[in-house]
């Protein structure tokens, strides 16, 4: 079945906000589109300059590319897509403050090194199976909210899974939607200095 290009993803979105241009617009979302969009196409993409946020999820995208014309985007949602790997982020670090990535099939967390604002992540429901791949957050300097319901790591835990995450990082104000309070903090100092480290198998 053919797939839905980017360039044709713009031609409906244009379709739906007569007298817009791309270029111009600082919200853009191409989700669901039927038949689904396979990949990102950088020249397409590069165009729209003053986007903030950028939703493609619900697609069948299998690979994060460079998007270095997005100079302005704080918004990046890919989730429910093929996505196995989290890369492409080094162009756009600088302003990303959110990434959403819930619904993919992503094991590890590298690549997010470059996002220096990032402070929301949400990476539910992939296949997560290793606690070494939480400590990577640490150098996240702003990282503040994160999601990780549905991975392997929460699978078979005796205490509760967000407080093993905010154990790991304890900048953290939200944890799987929780907000994190003085009781969840209490909660944490009672699992004692032990943390998981274990892989899944």
């Given at each position: 079945m053919a797939k839905t290009t980017c360039a044709k993803a713009l031609q409906n979105w244009e379709q739906?906000?007569?007298?817009?241009?791309?270029?111009?617009?600082e919200d853009i979302r191409l989700i669901f589109q039927n038949?689904?969009?396979?990949?990102?196409?950088?020249?397409?993409?590069?165009?729209?300059?003053?986007v903030k946020r950028l939703s493609l999820s619900?697609?069948?995208?299998?690979?994060m590319v460079n998007l270095p014309g997005?100079?302005?985007?704080?918004?990046?949602?890919?989730?429910?897509?093929?996505?196995?790997?989290?890369?492409?982020l080094e162009e756009?670090?600088?302003t990303l403050k959110e990434l959403w990535l819930s619904y993919n099939y992503i094991e590890r967390l590298d690549g997010l090194q470059p996002c220096v604002k990032l402070h929301t992540l949400?990476?539910?429901n992939n296949r997560i199976k290793a606690w070494d791949e939480v400590d990577k957050l640490k150098d996240l300097p702003e990282i503040a909210n994160v999601l990780f319901v549905g991975?392997?790591?929460?699978?078979g835990q005796k205490d509760d899974p967000k407080l093993l995450v905010l154990k790991r990082i304890n900048t953290l104000k939200n944890v799987d939607g929780t907000v994190?309070?003085?009781?969840l903090l209490e909660k944490v100092k009672a699992l004692g200095d032990g943390v998981p480290t274990t892989t899944v198998k």
């Open positions: 739906e906000h007569p007298g817009e241009q791309p270029s111009e617009a038949p689904p969009l396979d990949k990102l196409d950088p020249p397409v993409l590069n165009t729209l300059a003053k619900s697609n069948a995208i299998e690979k997005l100079r302005q985007i704080e918004i990046l949602s890919l989730s429910r897509n093929n996505i196995k790997k989290i890369a492409g756009i670090g600088q949400y990476i539910g991975n392997p790591i929460y699978d994190v309070d003085d009781s």
